[in-house]
């Protein structure tokens, strides 16, 4: 009886979960089903208000996706929609479904429609919001045991390229987590349009935490992520989050330029010795000398571009958490 009262002394948010789908026409009845579960007992538990709701973001699918929305907002109360006018890809979905919802909640939750996150870690990552003051909770995987052997690698493999190229990410957090008000203002004020979130919300700072879970499979249909596009976003959160390709080139320019020194040495000593045709020992040092050189330019410009590159996403230079004292 006691912490039941305990917890009714607190107040109960408003939670949104952001789901976006692309032909998900299998999946969303079963989700809107099992999340529906989950704000019953939420409210329940004084956790969430009855304003809450979860909102289905269709991202130009093909197939039913909409319609079944549209259904499923008329049956139930807590449900919403949003239909983007064409395909924009994962990342960009959830944003505009975090940006549209952002001055209504708060909180946000943002989760793969096919509910592989498990839904069950929701009333922990709002009880860190409520309770510990946390503006955003990652949703980290325990384990990768329903993982075939090849993603399981080729994501470790992932993170930890990630990692060598100075990109600050969650090790094995998708998008799956939660984000105060406060904290989706902050997102809102990065303006890049090569969107990698996982990369861009530990930018943005306050008190974060996470929590963990096992990933499930998908009850229905098929990942809409084949390796292809597994690649392109790899690459895409790579070469938006750091410089360091850039660098490398120069690395390798400063290692040419030091062997065409070692070159010369040997080439000379070869030439003293008489075992040269006529003609090699120049070619040998200008080929290293030339080639290091160029690279160190390209390098060099590439430093330039680099920072033009940094200036042009316009990211905030600052986001203040806290202002004391009379104004
Ligand atoms: N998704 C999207 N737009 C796309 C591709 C995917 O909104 O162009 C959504 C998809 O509906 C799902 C989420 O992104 O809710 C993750 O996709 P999926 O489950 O296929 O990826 P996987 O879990 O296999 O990595
Ligand atoms: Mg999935």
């Known amino acids: 009886m006691i912490r039941r009262s305990e917890k009714f002394n607190k107040k109960p948010v408003k939670a949104y979960v952001v ?8 999946v969303l009845p079963e989700t809107c089903r099992q999340l529906l579960e989950l704000f019953r007992e939420m409210r329940d538990d004084g956790l969430i208000s009855i304003s809450s709701r979860m909102v289905f973001v269709d991202d130009g699918s093909k197939d039913r996706t909409w319609e079944i929305i549209e259904e499923l907002e008329e049956a139930h109360t807590e449900v919403c929609g949003i239909k983007l006018a064409h395909n924009v890809g994962h990342q960009n979905a959830l944003y505009g479904g975090l940006m549209t919802v952002k001055d209504e909640c708060d909180c946000a939750i943002s989760i793969d429609a096919d509910l592989q996150d498990d839904i069950h870690v929701i009333p922990e990552m709002i009880e860190k919001f409520r309770d510990e003051k946390c503006e955003i909770v990652y949703g980290v995987r325990k384990e990768r045991k329903t993982d075939t052997f090849f993603k399981r690698t080729t994501a470790l493999g992932f993170y930890k390229f990630m990692k060598l190229m100075g990109v600050n990410i969650v090790y094995n957090h998708a998008d799956y987590r939660l984000m105060g008000r406060r904290a989706l203002e902050g997102l809102a004020e990065f303006e890049e349009r090569n969107l990698f979130l996982r990369g861009m919300v530990p930018m943005i700072g306050y008190k974060t935490d996470c929590v963990y879970y096992n990933r499930n499979e998908r009850f229905a249909g098929e990942s809409k992520y084949p390796l292809k596009k597994m690649l392109s976003f790899a690459f895409d959160g790579i070469t938006s989050f750091s410089v360091n390709m850039i660098r490398l080139i120069s690395t390798v320019g400063v290692i040419a330029c030091i062997i065409a020194v070692a070159m010369a040495i040997y080439s000379l000593i070869q030439k003293a010795l008489g ?12 080929i290293w000398f030339i080639g290091g050189l160029q690279l160190l330019g390209i390098g060099l410009i590439g430093e330039y571009i680099g920072k ?6 316009r990211r905030p230079r600052y986001i203040v958490e806290e202002y004391i004292g009379d104004r």
Do not use: H, Q, R
């Open 308 to 313: 033009m590159y940094k200036e042009v996403k």
């Open 275 to 286: 075992n040269t045709d006529i003609g090699w020992t120049s070619i040998m040092c200008s």
């Open 19 to 26: 789901l976006p789908c692309y032909n998900e026409e299998e």
